[in-house]
């Protein structure tokens, strides 16, 4: 069976050897990396431009988009037909190849999140490597914990205030350094897809720009969104642990700090929303007005046959009603974890009807094609290719972020930055 064939309808006249071949996990594949690229970027708000309102946050932010970072990988992985050549692009990167460019990217990216994460944490680990060292009694666990702190200080136990100061200044201009090269890591995303003459769809010199400001979005969107969801659980938490370990935050302080934080944050989701939307819209009404050759085929898949895909929930519910949320006046938390859903919704769509939708349409520009989301696998391939796979991609940032966050506490630390 031809790579393609087990998910793809075809409609009047379409070439023999013509599939969708770039599936759900080519969606899943620039939404996460969207998804790094925002999230680094919330972070920065705080350690780059000094918007202490978002220091919880930002914190938050940096080590989710390190649990982020891995993932945006495994789409690839998954949907190549030899996943044991992909490693081919971290070892042999250069810059002839979009894709090869990628390992270049990704690997400057990862050194640069890593050295951030590694300042902004570096007195925990001190800190926490001294009273391992002196606790009596200690477990193997406490053993396991003290060797792994140890060596995560790389040696330097210094925590006096002139070493913090330090700390602090690495940690900006780590954070200065990595807001282009995060846009460059989803921004080559964008220009794959952009550079592609041969599709209608996707060639536009605004594909990189559009991808960036999108990027933003969803990444702020989905810290917004976890911030929220683990806030309440730190508010279920303490109001049942109290009881025993009286100094703990209360309910009501950390409900307090909760809501300052995803108020201020959401004024930027806005602007990047708008930011976002302008582009989009900027690109189709540029088509619209130059009337390409192609252009007939495209009115007919945007205006016709994705019509609901694009203008009701890409536009309308990813966009336009999460923005009228969050600019009403009393923003409640239940409202903000709403419009951020949607936000992410309108996102994933993006990708959805850029990526889909640009291998809708047969290179005859006489027949369409439809992809066929495989649903419940019958083997490997459409376990890959289909819904269970993109499930698998998004769950696991969220195991990863659970174990990080046992050596980065988001919320335990208190440093100086």
């Given amino acids: 069976m031809v790579h393609g064939e087990a998910w793809t309808l075809k409609e009047f006249f379409v070439y023999p050897n013509e599939y969708i071949y770039w599936?759900?996990?080519?969606?899943?594949?620039?939404?996460?990396?969207?998804?790094?690229?925002?999230?680094?970027?919330?972070?920065?708000?705080?350690?780059?431009?000094?918007?202490?309102?978002?220091?919880?946050?930002?914190?938050?932010?940096?080590?989710?988009?390190?649990?982020?970072?891995?993932?945006?990988?495994i789409p690839l992985q998954l949907h190549l037909q030899h996943?044991?050549?992909?490693?081919?692009?971290?070892?042999?990167?250069?810059?002839?190849?979009?894709?090869?460019?990628?390992?270049?990217?990704?690997?400057?990216?990862?050194?640069?999140?890593?050295?951030?994460l590694w300042f902004v944490y570096r007195r925990h680990f001190v800190e926490t490597a001294l009273a391992l060292k002196v606790k009596r009694g200690k477990s193997l666990l406490d053993k396991a914990r003290y060797l792994l702190f140890s060596l995560l200080t790389l040696g330097a136990w210094d925590i006096s205030e002139h070493a913090l100061?330090?700390?602090?200044?690495?940690?900006?201009?780590?954070?200065?350094?990595?807001?282009?090269?995060?846009?460059?890591?989803?921004g080559y995303a964008g220009f794959i897809f952009g550079s592609v003459k041969a599709n209608a769809l996707w060639t536009t010199p605004l594909m990189p720009f559009i991808f960036i400001c999108s990027?933003?979005?969803?990444?702020?969107?989905?810290?917004?969104?976890?911030?929220?969801?683990?806030?309440?659980?730190?508010?279920?938490?303490?109001?049942?642990?109290?009881?025993r370990y009286p100094d703990l935050p209360t309910p009501e302080e950390i409900k307090s700090v909760e809501m300052y934080?995803?108020?201020?944050?959401?004024?930027?989701?806005?602007?990047?929303?708008c930011a976002a939307l302008g582009l989009e819209l900027l690109d189709l009404l540029f088509r619209d007005y130059a009337k390409f050759r192609s252009w007939e085929i495209v009115r007919t898949l945007i205006y016709g046959r994705d019509f609901v895909?694009?203008?009701?929930?890409?536009?309308?519910?990813?966009?336009l009603l999460p923005m009228a949320l969050f600019l009403l006046p009393r923003l409640t938390?239940?409202?903000?974890?709403?419009?951020?859903?949607?936000?992410?919704?309108?996102?994933?769509?993006?990708?959805?009807?850029?990526?889909?939708?640009?291998?809708?349409?047969?290179?005859s520009f006489a027949g369409f094609m439809h992809y066929d989301l495989p649903v419940i696998p019958h083997d490997m391939e459409t376990f890959k290719?289909?819904?269970?796979?993109?499930?698998?991609?998004?769950?696991?940032?969220?195991?990863?972020?659970?174990?990080?966050?046992?050596?980065?506490?988001?919320?335990?630390?208190?440093?100086?930055?």
Wanted: aromatic share 12%; net charge positive; with cysteine.
């Fill in 165 to 186: 100061e330090k700390d602090e200044k690495a940690v900006k201009i780590m954070a200065t350094v990595g807001i282009p090269v995060a846009c460059l890591l989803h």
């Fill in 309 to 319: 895909n694009v203008f009701i929930v890409q536009y309308g519910l990813g966009n």
């Fill in 83 to 116: 996943p044991e050549r992909g490693i081919e692009v971290m070892l042999t990167p250069h810059f002839t190849s979009a894709i090869a460019a990628f390992g270049i990217a990704f690997s400057t990216y990862g050194m640069i999140v890593a050295s951030e």
């Fill in 215 to 243: 990027a933003v979005v969803s990444g702020i969107a989905l810290c917004v969104l976890c911030y929220i969801v683990t806030m309440e659980i730190r508010k279920l938490l303490a109001a049942w642990r109290r009881k």
């Fill in 333 to 363: 938390m239940k409202r903000a974890a709403f419009a951020t859903i949607l936000v992410l919704m309108g996102v994933f769509m993006m990708r959805w009807n850029l990526v889909i939708g640009g291998q809708a349409f047969s290179a």
């Fill in 385 to 417: 290719e289909g819904l269970l796979g993109a499930l698998l991609v998004g769950i696991t940032p969220f195991v990863l972020f659970w174990g990080l966050n046992k050596i980065f506490p988001v919320f335990k630390c208190e440093d100086s930055h």
């Fill in 261 to 273: 934080e995803v108020t201020m944050t959401a004024k930027y989701l806005v602007l990047a929303l």
């Fill in 23 to 73: 599936t759900i996990q080519i969606v899943m594949y620039p939404f996460m990396t969207g998804l790094v690229a925002g999230a680094f970027v919330l972070s920065s708000l705080y350690h780059v431009f000094g918007i202490k309102q978002l220091k919880d946050i930002a914190r938050f932010s940096l080590v989710f988009s390190f649990a982020l970072l891995p993932v945006a990988m």
